[in-house]
């Protein structure tokens, strides 16, 4: 029997203003991006903002519906439409926020589980890692790659 350690490493800004310009501009998409959610029983926005290695930047929010599973989240809505407007193109870092009753979360909301193993199959895809930004009305946490986040992630592409 072995014991084993997992470490990582993460950047903290105290605000969004600290950032580098690139990531404090894809971060203000995302936050503008929550303003598209359609949110009606979570009341919980959330905004993701993908920049693509074509220079282009892809936004997405959260969309629910009244059968509750039905909806996907910012993260995800993001990434497949990337994927399916611009098959091929490297994800080189997201940035996500969140409002909830229309003001930024004062601490980060990180992606959910399933947005996770979504965004690392595109990371694989990329063969680079993807940067991921996570915002608040307060610090902001940065991430060298979705791995960090989803270190044992399920992968069948291998083979
Ligand atoms: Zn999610």
Redesign the pocket.
């Known amino acids: 029997m072995q014991n084993k350690q997992l470490n990582i490493s993460y950047q903290v800004y105290q605000s969004k203003d600290e950032l580098p310009a690139e990531w404090k501009s894809l971060l203000q998409k995302a936050i503008d991006a929550t303003g598209r959610a359609y949110a009606p029983y979570s009341n919980f926005r959330v905004g993701a903002a993908i920049l693509l290695d074509n220079g282009e930047v892809v936004c997405g929010s959260n969309q629910e519906n009244a059968a509750y599973p039905s909806g996907l989240?910012?993260?995800?809505s993001a990434c497949y439409y990337a994927g399916a407007t611009y098959p091929g193109a490297r994800m080189l870092a997201i940035a996500v926020a969140a409002c909830q009753d229309d003001r930024l979360t004062e601490t980060p909301t990180y992606?959910?589980g399933?947005?996770r193993q979504a965004l690392v199959e595109y990371e694989e895809l990329g063969g680079a890692p993807m940067t991921v930004i996570v915002g608040s009305a307060g610090r902001v946490e940065v991430f060298a790659s979705v791995k960090d986040l989803l270190p044992f992630y399920f992968d069948n592409l291998e083979g």
């Open positions: 989240c910012a993260e995800r992606p959910c399933a947005c």
